[in-house]
């Protein structure tokens, strides 16, 4: 049996002398370290209020990491500059932020590597820039475009790397609020749909959905859909 190095027949290299380590050298490479993966993720959890598996994904490639950072802080900024938020830079963040940052995550993770992967393209080759993707989310977290405008719009951004604010006016996608506007169009489809309406007001509430529809198609798609939902019900009662 062996039990120690001379067992072995370990022995010194001639040529080379011993290597001594100090701690005060590993403190010195340690602080050259960037962040690891790891840590990274740990922090992107606590900083983001993102879930595990959405901390992974995001830190598994550093560029897709520095582009959520990037965009993170230009929503920060943008949210701190509303005249309309009270209160002191972290309370607003604590309040509004997590929200964000989960939005800020699934338009990156869901749609930008669809878009990716449809077009066979790496993340370093995106046309949006983390500027350009902050103003876009802060844009649907303000209702200025629905869900499915949204789609669009990102669709555009990717193909031509143009500033969101620009693609809504051109292609008129806004999202419209004006409740004057809405309650005509409510109107003319209460109007025309007698039968659904008299079968609503008996008790048959999921034919909403449909009066709901008319009112969007009339609209292609851009009213407000809780302000539409709250006036079909509003004009139902009366």
Same mark, same amino acid.
């Given at each position: 049996s062996k039990e120690v190095a001379a067992d072995y027949r370990y022995f010194p290299e001639p040529d080379i002398p011993p290597l001594r380590i100090t701690q005060e050298q590993l403190d010195r490479i340690a602080a050259r370290l960037p962040e690891l993966p790891m840590q990274r993720r740990d922090r992107f959890r606590e900083e983001y209020f993102l879930s595990y598996y959405d901390a992974k994904v995001l830190t598994t490639d550093p560029r897709v990491a520095d582009y959520y950072e990037e965009t993170v802080s230009e929503l920060r900024s943008w949210l701190n500059s509303l005249d309309t938020t009270e209160g002191s830079d972290t309370e607003v963040w604590e309040r509004e932020g997590a929200k964000l940052c989960r939005q800020a995550c699934n338009w990156i993770t869901t749609e930008l590597f669809g878009?990716?992967?449809? @077009?066979?393209?790496?993340f370093d080759q995106i046309k949006i820039t983390p500027e350009n993707l902050a103003e876009f989310i802060s844009l649907v977290h303000q209702n200025r475009v629905n869900s499915s405008a949204a789609q669009t719009v990102l669709r555009h951004m990717f193909e031509h790397g143009s500033d969101p604010s620009q693609? $809504? @006016?051109?292609?008129?996608?806004?999202?419209?609020?004006? @409740?004057?506007?809405?309650?005509? $169009?409510?109107?003319?489809? $209460?109007?025309?749909?007698?039968? $659904?309406?008299?079968?609503?007001?008996?008790?048959?509430?999921?034919?909403l959905m449909y009066l709901i529809g008319q009112v969007m198609k009339q609209m292609k798609g851009k009213a407000n859909p809780e302000m539409v939902t709250s006036l079909l019900r509003s004009k139902l009662k009366s």
């Open positions: 878009q990716l992967t449809k @077009a066979k393209l790496t693609v $809504i @006016a051109e292609l008129d996608l806004e999202q419209v609020h004006d @409740a004057d506007q809405l309650g005509k $169009i409510c109107d003319e489809v $209460i109007a025309s749909n007698p039968k $659904i309406v008299t079968d609503y007001q008996a008790g048959k509430e999921r034919l």
